[in-house]
């Protein structure tokens, strides 16, 4: 009897292997998928980091009033650049192993930059109900009287029906 469960055991850790490797394949080939992806857009995001530091530059540049912050302008131009350089010769694993390496080291720093990221995220998804075209910008008026007006033609009601005043 104890032969006929292990077999039977042995039976069911094979096929859950078995669908346990299938599922890592699939998640293997999109994190190739991705990687793929992100190298093509790695390029492209290089190139602009490139032109954003030359434009910095170029602004730096023509800062001549004020030579302290021009120092600094400068210097965030040069960051660019190796920031820039970093991400054209750095491959995604590497630069993913980067990331977690610094948010190990800096682990509030990770967190501010992940809660301004979802905030700033929400604000672009968020978008405010459109206003119906009838109203042309302004908002829809009520056709329900006010209720002091209400208050005060009741009164005025009572007044007039019995000759004098009630309140």
């Known amino acids: 009897m104890a032969k006929t469960r292990k077999a039977r055991t042995s039976g069911t850790y094979k096929a859950a292997n078995a669908a346990f490797d299938g599922s890592r394949r ?3 080939d ?3 998928l991705a990687g793929t992806l992100a190298r093509g857009r ?3 995001g290089a190139d602009k980091l490139h032109s954003l530091a030359s434009l910095t530059r170029d602004y730096a540049a023509s800062m001549t009033d004020l030579p302290n912050l021009r120092v600094q302008v400068a210097s ?4 660019l650049e190796g920031v820039a350089d970093y991400v054209m010769h750095t491959e995604i694993e590497q630069m993913v192993g980067d990331a977690g390496t610094f948010a190990r080291r800096h682990p509030l720093a990770t967190l501010a930059v ?3 990221t979802g905030l700033a995220a929400s604000r672009l998804l ?5 206003e119906p075209a009838a109203t042309s910008g302004r908002k829809a008026r009520s056709r329900r009287p006010a209720a002091s007006s209400v ?3 009741s009164g005025q009601i009572r007044r007039t029906a019995n000759g004098h005043a009630h309140a």
């Not at 965030?76 to 960051?79: F, V, Y």
């Not at 968020?126 to 459109?130: C, V």
């Open 26 to 28: 699939i998640f293997d």
């Open 114 to 116: 992940t809660v301004a």
């Open 151 to 153: 208050s005060k033609r």
């Open 126 to 130: 968020h978008r405010p109900p459109a």
């Open 76 to 79: 965030a131009a040069d960051s």
């Open 30 to 32: 999109v994190l190739s």
């Open 42 to 44: 790695k390029d492209l």
